[in-house]
């Protein structure tokens, strides 16, 4: 029972996909489709879809190209993504009956492989990086079999992927695709296709007409590209040759020209190599050079027809300087342009004081006038009669020996900057000397600007944290200089405090000026008991003139405690007295008040008696 359930569920996926890729032409007649049965394992997977809208159609016989949107159907962006056409081992293994260990067939099909054996069949094609949830699309190139029926045959394509966290490890699945293929009837309009010869050539693709001078020797190399759908053999390219300089400009100096590029496969391209010498009189123009090519058809057949092509180089001759006369002025007669294309420097910020490379691509912006003989010398600005830019070896100048129209030459050099420049640009003048075929030891000159930057600094004065300790909800004060100690403006500065015991705090200075100090005067409140050694972040950011934020750490020291709680019993104890409610001083002194007033009446009764006793003794002296 649990075998007719998954073999009923697989023929249903299969019917679905087959129907899903059914061109709309097709369902006119859908008792006569004959839809190859696949049945694949890992097809369905959650991390690798395949998105190819209508069924390709391609026909039997020419060569072609499959449209595939690879989606990552995953939550990781993908850094590395590859796409290719499995072999027909892999096609064979894939879709042929295989049983499990439970005896359940898992895979069959009946199909067979649709495409033509050639060295770009299976070219693993690089489609980079793919973000989570998006996809990106791949042409494969195919040769489709001769001998084929119409109909629906499937496609296995292998995708490899690479998400940021495997760390190098990649992940390979199977997808099956459904392709229509078609017999056309061959028309004459058809038969001109790229493609639906067995052997064809192309020369010259993709590349720019090769030039140089009359005196120079040119050295250039011909693309020669199998258009066909089958390898050609021994393949020979003979170059036409003729004493005449108006139809062949170049020195015969050789016994033959030929090349022997050996094997080429469909859709190949090789590079023809040449040197040749310009013939001394031979006269500006297009010239064309006319070549044979000879291949076979099998490997050890015999060789076909030779195929005639036509390559064009561009010469610059000596007539146009016998155009003019001797006392030609220096308005009548021209000469190349020499400009910068481009430059970049290593590294691309440069420091004051610090080394760099300086890397300049100068151009001959003329369409037909070529320059030889070329000095470049570079001349930096210079400040209180010193330049700016100094080169480690002395020497400031480069020569080139020639520079065709449209050309382009990189010239390297090496730099010091000066320590003490002032941050902003200054500028480098390339003076230029140089031949032309019409003008003689012509000067030019050419300006780039550099950038130079100086590297901001400060330094901070003693931090006073007044007082050092504080009780939870207490605040403290911090103080302290931030000097600019750098030669350039210091914006936005700000002093940010955070610690585990303390509210963060944040203390705008603002702009400091170089040599300028700013003070940082603020309040701190302490939030939480300190539980280590106490230690503050200190963290001071300013900014430069693009508005990059730049942070200095620094640290100090700030204890929270506590608060103390007292018990209302102990109020007071450590003072020493105890405080007593003010008593009246009769109700203090009443029982003292009343023996003292008895016996302070019988001291004056007595003193009485004495005093009356003395008087009496007196009188009675005086009568004696």
């Not at 151009?363 to 209180?384: G, H, M, R, Y």
Request: charged share 25%; glycine share 6%; hydrophobic share 35%.
């Amino acid at each position: 029972m649990k075998k007719w359930v998954k073999a009923s569920v697989l023929f249903v996926m299969s019917a679905l996909l087959a129907v899903g890729g059914v061109p709309s032409a097709a369902f006119a007649d859908e008792a006569d489709m004959e839809v190859p049965r696949v049945y694949h394992k890992d097809d369905d997977n959650g991390i690798v879809r395949l998105v190819i809208g209508k069924t390709p159609t391609v026909a039997v016989g020419r060569s072609t190209s499959i449209s595939v949107s690879v989606k990552n159907a995953t939550d990781r962006n993908w850094i590395e993504t590859e796409a290719w056409i499995a072999t027909e081992k892999e096609y064979q293994e894939y879709y042929d009956e295989t049983e499990e260990e439970d005896g359940e067939i898992v895979k069959t099909m009946n199909a067979t492989y649709p495409f033509e054996i050639t060295d770009s069949l299976n070219k693993h094609y690089k489609m980079g990086h793919i973000k989570a949830g998006e996809r990106k699309t791949v042409n494969l190139k195919v040769n489709v079999k001769k001998n084929l029926k119409e109909g629906y045959y499937p496609v296995l394509i292998c995708v490899s992927k690479r998400a940021q966290d495997e760390d190098g490890l990649s992940s390979a699945f199977y997808k099956t695709v459904m392709i229509w293929v078609e017999i056309k009837e061959s028309s004459t309009s058809e038969s001109s296709e790229e493609g639906t010869e067995p052997v064809g050539f192309v020369l010259g693709e993709n590349q720019s007409t090769p030039q140089a001078n009359y005196t120079d020797v040119m050295n250039f190399a011909v693309n020669l590209r199998n258009t066909g759908y089958k390898t050609a053999y021994d393949v020979r390219v003979e170059m036409e040759l003729s004493e005449d300089t108006t139809k062949f400009p170049f020195e015969i100096n050789d016994g033959n020209y030929d090349r022997w590029p050996g094997n080429i496969n469909p859709d190949q391209t090789v590079e023809l190599a040449y040197s040749m010498a310009i013939r001394e009189k031979a006269k500006t123009g297009y010239y064309p050079i006319k070549f044979k090519i000879r291949y076979r058809e099998e490997e050890n057949g015999s060789f076909a027809a030779p195929i005639e092509d036509t390559f064009y180089v561009r010469i610059f001759g000596e007539d146009e300087e016998d155009e003019l006369s001797d006392d030609a002025g220096e308005n009548e007669r021209t000469k190349a342009r020499i400009i910068v294309d481009s430059f970049e420097t290593e590294p691309a910020r440069i420091l004051a004081g610090q080394d760099f490379t300086l890397k300049v691509r100068m151009k001959n912006a003329s369409d037909t006038i070529s320059a030889s003989n070329i000095l470049f010398t570079f001349d930096p600005e210079t400040i209180s009669d010193s330049p700016v830019f100094t080169t480690s070896n002395g020497s400031n100048s480069v020569v080139v020996n020639s520079l065709a129209p449209g050309a382009t030459q990189v010239l390297t050099m090496h730099f010091t900057s000066s320590p003490s420049a002032e941050q902003r640009s200054y500028t480098i003048t390339i003076n230029e000397q140089y031949d032309s075929p019409e003008f003689k030891n012509a000067k030019e000159s050419v300006k780039i600007a550099l950038a130079i930057k100086q590297e901001a600094r400060l330094n901070t004065g003693t931090i006073e944290v007044m007082p050092d300790s504080i009780e939870v909800g207490s605040e403290s004060n911090i103080m302290f200089p931030i000097n600019n100690t750098g030669k350039v403006l210091l914006y936005n500065v700000t002093a940010i405090f955070e610690g585990d015991s303390i509210q963060r705090t944040e203390a705008y200075v603002g702009n400091i000026k170089p040599g300028e100090t700013g003070n940082v005067d603020t309040m701190v409140a302490g939030i939480a008991p300190t539980m280590d050694d106490g230690k503050i972040r200190l963290t001071i950011t300013y900014e430069d003139e693009n508005g990059v934020v730049t942070p200095v750490e620094k640290e100090l020291q700030l204890f929270v405690t506590e608060p103390m709680i007292f018990d209302e019993e102990f109020i007071d104890i450590g003072m020493g007295e105890e405080v007593e409610t003010e008593v009246p001083f009769f109700e203090k002194y009443k029982k003292y008040m009343i023996p003292a007033g008895v016996c302070a009446a019988v001291l004056l009764g007595l003193l009485a008696v004495v005093i009356r006793r003395r008087k009496k003794a007196g009188m009675e002296d005086e009568i004696l």
